[in-house]
């Protein structure tokens, strides 16, 4: 099993170009108004099933990275957050109407039968578009993205220095595999 860490999260936020000093705390949620976070627990969880749902099974660690990822994320943009919280309504309100059970309590091959019904696998990513396009682009492409910008999802992928990762003029004189 592959573990996501710490640096795959300051290197994911780093390829969205989102700042972090030092990395304290990266793995729980940002609060920087010192008051409550304004992703409610529930909200967080569904984050979590979505992203086990999407990421590749080999991959662990991922309740963690979502924590630091979209927690920095979120905390950066207070727009894109409203409308994160908005695609998570969604989702839970299709889930409800069609599994009788928020997203986040559905077994996992549920969740991915539920967003195939949906047509997220299908739909193009339109932030405005309609529910199932902004749930592809706000929730199924961002948690997409932070995984594979981060160096432990890139190579998942074969991509061994993702944006911003260092190594690269050592990885191209590399013949294929590494050899």
């Known amino acids: ?3 996501l860490d710490r640096r795959d999260v300051l290197k994911a936020l780093g390829a969205a170009g989102i700042a972090v000093g030092g ?4 793995l729980e949620w940002a609060d920087d108004d010192g008051g409550d976070s304004i992703v409610t627990d529930h909200e ?3 984050l979590h099933a979505i992203a086990t749902t999407v990421y590749p099974s080999e991959v662990g660690g991922v309740e963690s990275f979502v924590d630091g990822y979209m927690s920095r994320r979120l905390a950066a943009d207070s727009e894109r957050a409203e409308r994160v919280l908005d695609a998570l309504s969604e989702l839970d309100s299709y889930a409800r109407e069609w599994e009788d059970a928020d ?5 996992p091959a549920k969740r991915d039968e539920t967003l195939r019904a949906m047509g997220v696998a299908e739909a ?3 932030p405005d578009g309609a529910p199932r396009e902004r749930v592809r682009y706000y929730l199924v492409n961002e948690l997409v993205y932070g995984l594979y910008t981060s160096p432990t999802g890139g190579e998942l992928v074969g991509i061994e220095n993702p944006q911003g990762y260092p190594g690269g003029t050592e990885s191209y004189r590399q013949p294929p595999g590494g050899e």
């Open 44 to 46: 967080r969880r569904t």
């Open 103 to 107: 997203f986040r309590e559905l077994e």
């Open 124 to 126: 193009e990513p339109v």
């Open 23 to 26: 990395g304290a705390a990266l």
């Open 1 to 3: 099993m592959t573990e």
